[in-house]
Structures are given as structure tokens and as C-alpha cells.
């Protein structure tokens, strides 16, 4: 999980995402509901790993979340060559569950 916990800039988000499958996933660490997800985020990325998944810290990349208009983490966005292809995006709690239905709903 160590890439995962790597804090990227905004410049390096924005260069990551303009080719191939991103899932790019928006939180904080003082997000309770955030906490409540990161420990199955690596089963979660293992599984689709077709994906690359980035983390994007809600303080840090404001203006990320700005731009993808992200109000509410734990949030996740899902880009392929830099265009979005699917969101699951407000301020509630997520769970596994709920994470996976998201992903399979945009296809693998």
C-alpha cells in the first residue's frame, strides 16, 4: 500500500491521469468515514487492478477536488485516458460492498 499512502502534487495527479484506467480515490485523514474504508482498499485495488488507483488527499489537492467538484469524501472518480467514465461521489460512509457494486457498475 506504500503507493497508494505516497502524497502526490496536484501537477503529478493531472499527469497520471491523462492515459490509461485511474480510479482516483478522494480523502482525508482526519475523515472518520475515510478511516473507515482504508483498510479493505487494498483487497478492494488487488481485485481491480485493471485500474490504477490514486489517492488524493482532499487538503493536499484541493484543487483537484475542486476541479472534479469532489464536497464530500471518502469519494471515488474513475478516468480512462483522462476522460471520467463513473463517479460515486458525496459524503457518506462507503463500504466494501458499496465500493465494488460502484466499480462493477462501470464495468471491469
Same mark, same amino acid.
Given at each position: 500500500m506504500d503507493a497508494q499512502e505516497q502524497q502526490l502534487t496536484d501537477q503529478e495527479?493531472? *499527469? &497520471? @491521469?491523462? &492515459?490509461g484506467k485511474k480510479m482516483l480515490f478522494f480523502t482525508a485523514g482526519w475523515? %472518520? *468515514?475515510?478511516?473507515? @474504508?482504508? %483498510?479493505?482498499? %487494498?483487497? #478492494?485495488e488487488?481485485? =481491480? +487492478?485493471? =485500474?490504477?488507483?490514486? &489517492?488524493?488527499?482532499?487538503?493536499? +489537492? #484541493?484543487k483537484i477536488a475542486q476541479q472534479f467538484g469532489v464536497m464530500g469524501i471518502p469519494s471515488f472518480i474513475a478516468l480512462e *485516458?483522462?476522460?471520467?467514465i463513473g463517479r460515486f461521489v458525496n459524503g457518506a460512509r462507503k463500504t466494501r460492498q458499496e465500493v465494488e457494486d460502484f466499480v462493477d457498475s462501470i464495468g471491469k
Open positions: 495527479i493531472l *499527469d &497520471t @491521469i491523462k &492515459t475523515c %472518520p *468515514d475515510c478511516s473507515f @474504508i482504508k %483498510p479493505v482498499m %487494498p483487497e #478492494i488487488a481485485e =481491480y +487492478n485493471q =485500474y490504477d488507483w490514486v &489517492t488524493v488527499d482532499r487538503d493536499a +489537492n #484541493i *485516458d483522462g476522460e471520467e
